[in-house]
């Protein structure tokens, strides 16, 4: 029989939990290790400890989570996201795939069905990179990527660092040695979370099972020419990098849609020109690249095309170039395995669900080289994200939810 979870308790704690926010009437901003994150913690210790789980904290804030199974020993079965949000972020970014987990759980629990492996629930610290610029930092740290010597680096914009800043909200950094990741005590992974997008919401479908996590590559393009006279410089005299930039731009449309892969994506959503006057032409403009692929040869694709087509635009108009790289992250297979576990769930359940793959970035990414990891995806109303209107409907999360136990459970029997 297929397992049903109280869908109206899980909006009641979804609800209660978006009450602590910083900016209330303007969306949820909940940094992490802020006044409203901390009371946003007691919320949820409270709700672990009636549960009846067994919680632990470690040096960064990570809370894990446990309902025992019947084979102490047996590796653990995860399943969580983040609390904290953007600056006038929504209730549901993080928050469906953390209470989602406790709901999972807790109908296991109450269903009685035998289960030899331990479930947790796993909240992550400081996912958006609000505090520090850096996304995904507390799962980083739970897998190693962060050590001590990162998190003294990490500066928030009054230069506090994420050291500090966990010191201060009662943490023991220090300690995160002893609380890194066991791949080996760990035998599956899986992030419910919000699309963030408006594919299941066009398709009329209301759970997406992921694939892969999309790779991004950021680039910085700066072209130097001569600032001058509007009026007095005859065309075939300039050296105007706006022209090169205008052309460059439409060739990162025509290179991302050649790319042969079928989900390569590439925006310039940042340009600046400078001095940004309409009677000079311009000395320098620079503009932005984000591309980004669940295949690494279209993201591959874009940056070499355009590392032919930039040096040769800029020689032909006598400019200078720079190409600079600004961040990149690769893109990430999710397993199989646990896919097909998924899927065999949400037939079990009747839930219509759509193969697809995440254009953003979540906690479960950290998880996918080490462990075999999965995500569920709900729509997204209006695909709207990281802003106050972020809106699931109800039986939508229910449906991710009820899911996400069924998987629960069948990975921990
Ligand atoms: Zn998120």
Excluded: W
Excluded at 167 to 182: E, F, I, K, N, T
Excluded at 390 to 398: C, K, L, S
Aim: charged share 20%; glycine share 10%.
């Amino acid at each position: 029989m297929a397992l049903e979870i109280n869908a109206r308790r899980l909006m009641s704690h979804l609800e209660e939990l978006s009450s602590f926010n910083r900016t209330p009437g303007e969306g949820v901003t909940r940094f992490s290790y802020s006044a409203e994150d901390g009371e946003a913690r007691k919320y949820l210790l409270s709700l672990f400890n009636a549960a009846g789980l067994g919680v632990s904290v470690d040096g960064v804030g990570n809370i894990r989570a446990r309902l025992e199974g019947s084979r102490p020993d047996a590796p653990v079965v995860l399943s969580g996201s983040h609390i904290d949000t953007v600056l006038h972020g929504g209730e549901y970014d993080g928050a469906v795939g953390t209470l989602g987990a406790l709901e999972a759980v807790q109908t296991v629990a109450e269903s009685g069905a035998p289960h030899s492996h331990p479930i947790e629930v796993i909240v992550f610290a400081e996912e958006e990179g609000s505090n520090f610029g850096s996304t995904l930092s507390g799962s980083k740290a739970l897998v190693g990527k962060y050590g001590v010597d990162e998190m003294k680096k990490l500066k928030n914009p009054e230069g506090k660092t994420m050291y500090d800043m966990a010191r201060d909200a009662g943490y023991d950094p220090d300690s995160m040695p002893s609380h890194l990741l066991r791949p080996e005590l760990v035998k599956a992974m899986i992030e419910l979370h919000i699309e963030q997008s408006v594919v299941l919401e066009s398709k009329g479908i209301p759970v997406g099972i992921v694939q892969a996590v999309a790779g991004i590559k950021a680039l910085e393009i700066r072209l130097k020419g001569v600032s001058n006279h509007a009026g007095a410089t005859p065309m075939n005299l300039r050296q105007d990098p706006m022209v090169a930039a205008a052309h460059l731009i439409a060739q990162v449309e025509t290179l991302a849609k050649g790319t042969g892969t079928g989900s390569t994506v590439a925006t310039v959503g940042r340009i600046q020109c400078f001095p940004n006057v309409s009677n000079i032409i311009p000395g320098e403009v620079r503009f932005s690249i984000d591309i980004r692929d669940t295949v690494r040869s279209g993201i591959e694709s874009v940056v070499d095309g355009m590392a032919v087509l930039a040096p040769a635009t800029a020689v032909s108009r006598g400019l200078a170039l720079e190409i600079v790289p600004v961040s990149e992250s690769a893109p990430v297979a999710l397993d199989s395995g646990v896919l097909s576990v998924i899927e065999a769930c949400a037939k079990k359940q009747g839930t219509p669900y759509h193969r697809m793959n995440s254009g953003a970035v979540h906690d479960a990414c950290m998880f996918a080289p080490l462990v075999p990891t999965g995500m569920i995806f709900v729509p997204s109303r209006g695909g709207r994200s990281h802003v106050p209107e972020e809106h699931t409907a109800p039986e939508e999360i229910a449906k991710g939810a009820a899911l996400l136990a069924e998987t629960l459970l069948e990975l921990a029997r």
